[in-house]
């Protein structure tokens, strides 16, 4: 593979490090497949597409609809519109090697997409967004019952990665 450098990714507002954590996280793991939750921009399904094969990035509102052309610059992004916010826990979470969640950030959803991540079976690094958001994400992270840890890349709203085993 390419050693990548920021001048292969002009699209991108680099001075944000939590992207830059993103994407140096993806080229430590190296993942076949990624799983971005949560598309928005499209911004993290960027970040994760250097160092990916494949980069599938979901999207659970109608905000993403207008961000689709950041994406369609990368040949390995495939990018998706669920029908609904719940639809994202049909998802197949066992077939990713690295999964991204950066949805509602009130918390239930998350708890409910954790749970459906355990029962998959699922083995592997999760990042989790803003998880000194809201009180509702600050109870989602404090319960949660396995190895994790929160970084400062985002500010003070944090970034979690956990780990699945």
């Not at 949560?38 to 160092?51: E, V």
């Not at 052309?69 to 990018?79: A, G």
């Not at 991540?117 to 109870?139: A, C, E, H, P």
Request: charged share 25%; aromatic share 16%.
């Amino acid at each position: 593979m390419k050693t990548m450098t920021l001048d292969d990714y002009p699209h991108f507002s680099f001075f944000d490090k939590y992207y830059l954590a993103l994407m140096a996280y993806c080229s430590l793991f190296k993942p076949n497949i990624s799983m971005d939750l949560g598309h928005n921009f499209g911004d993290s399904a960027y970040a994760l597409s250097p160092f990916s094969n494949k980069v599938f990035t979901y999207d659970i509102s109608e905000v993403g609809r207008n961000h689709v052309n950041t994406v369609k610059l990368m040949d390995n992004v495939e990018f998706i519109l669920l029908p609904g916010p719940e639809d994202c826990l049909d998802l197949l979470f066992e077939e990713f090697d690295l999964i991204f969640v950066d949805i509602d950030h009130h918390g239930p959803r998350e708890t409910k997409i954790h749970q459906k991540i355990q029962q998959s079976g699922y083995k592997g690094i999760v990042f989790w967004d803003d998880v000194r958001l809201t009180n509702g994400m600050k109870d989602f992270w404090r319960d949660l019952d396995i190895p994790r840890v929160i970084q400062e890349w985002h500010g003070p709203t944090g970034f979690g990665v956990a780990l699945y085993e």
